[in-house]
């Protein structure tokens, strides 16, 4: 089956008494078996059958089971949050002594996972320039675990060579983790570019207009271990497993999914093709012919561009001055939700790193990242415009 034939109609692994043409929500913490032997046999992973809610739900596998369809995946494990997944996924691989390469240029909570609570593990974090394949090829040696990257940044729009930056750290043994989260993983091969394991926050596109946190590991096989340390390792001894309410409302926004990305899609053409029409306004949006990851993005992605671009203004204060003026796009963090939103990334998602590390992550006082909603683009338009010129 295709995509969106695969997403709609998933078999559940056994059928419902009643019928129901959507997975059930088992809110419940524990199953009872029919003899003792069963009890065994799911404990110790012998059988399919659910133990505990903590670690296994059948809500939660059904909604795992269409993503590794999907993606063609070897296994595909939910968490409550796009950072728990992050998080459990560097466990999972990491131990005192190994090296991560990686960006400056990145969603802030992970640089600090990495730069600071997994330092006081014992892991190091090298920081490199990842549009530079020797740079790359420099950094990794050895003691390299894993490169990682964003595949389109946030919030410096930055898109690396994907494939590029696999062979070199393939070729030292090192495997290659990517945040896909802003372009949804259903457009881009990930296998194909040499990911080993795609995480995204599924709260984005997935959940269908953020209805419900939470983050999904997807992992295709090739990292000896990985998956089974994942799952009968990190998830059974630290948790952080998705709530089967979460997996329900994200099974639904995978139904949608295909339609819902079309509009955001277009509708981030619209808005950036409109905005770069005002005098002094710098829009970032890969779509655009004269973007200088408009290339690398129509091939790695299939001619998707996702629906987030960033404005850069004269200064920080018509930053806010715009913000402050906005009647109809929402002041608000998330990305991909239904409605269009607006946030100014430096003094917010960055606000607690020094200004020193936020200039040498490429996070400008003079940017306004905007995710773009489902809203009929003209008023989406007309409000970003009044906004920025103050004039109706």
Partial sequence: MKTNTAAINPRFPRNDAYGALAMPVYHCCAYEFPDHQA???????????????????????????????????????????GMAAISAAMMALL?????????????????????????????????????????VRHAVDSRTRCV??????????????VRAIADIAHAAGACVVADTTMIPFTYADARALGIDVEILSSTKYLSGGATSLGGVVIDYGTVDGFGRTLRKDILMNL??????????????????????????????????????AIEGVKVN???????????????????????MLTLELPSEEDCFRMIDRLRIVRRATNLFDNRTLAIHPASTIFGTIDAATRES????????????????????????????????
């Fill in 239 to 276: 948790g952080g497993y998705m709530t089967p309410h979460a997996a329900y409302m994200q099974t639904l926004g995978l139904e949608t999914l295909d339609a819902r990305y079309a509009v955001h899609e277009r509708n981030a053409r619209a808005i950036a093709e409109g905005l770069s």
């Fill in 95 to 135: 131990k005192a002594g190994d090296k991560i390469v990686t960006s400056r240029h990145m969603f802030g909570n992970t640089y600090l996972l990495f730069t600071s609570t997994l330092a006081r593990f014992g892991v190091e974090t090298v920081l490199v320039d990842l549009t530079n394949p020797e740079e």
């Fill in 285 to 307: 949006w890969p779509g655009l012919p004269d973007n200088p990851w408009h290339e690398i993005a129509t091939r790695q992605f299939g001619g998707r561009y996702g629906a």
């Fill in 148 to 161: 990682y990257l964003e595949t389109i940044t946030n919030p410096q729009m930055e898109i690396a060579d």
């Fill in 39 to 81: 009890m065994i046999d799911s404990f110790t992973g012998v059988s399919d059958d659910p133990d505990y809610s903590r670690v296994t739900n059948p809500t939660v596998i059904h909604f795992e089971n269409i993503i590794k369809r999907l993606s063609g995946a070897a296994d595909a494990v939910a968490f409550t949050s």
């Fill in 361 to 392: 992550m490429d996070v400008s006082p003079r940017i306004v990242r905007i995710s773009i909603g489902l809203e009929d683009p003209e008023d989406i338009l007309a409000d970003l415009r009044q906004a920025i010129t103050g004039r109706d």
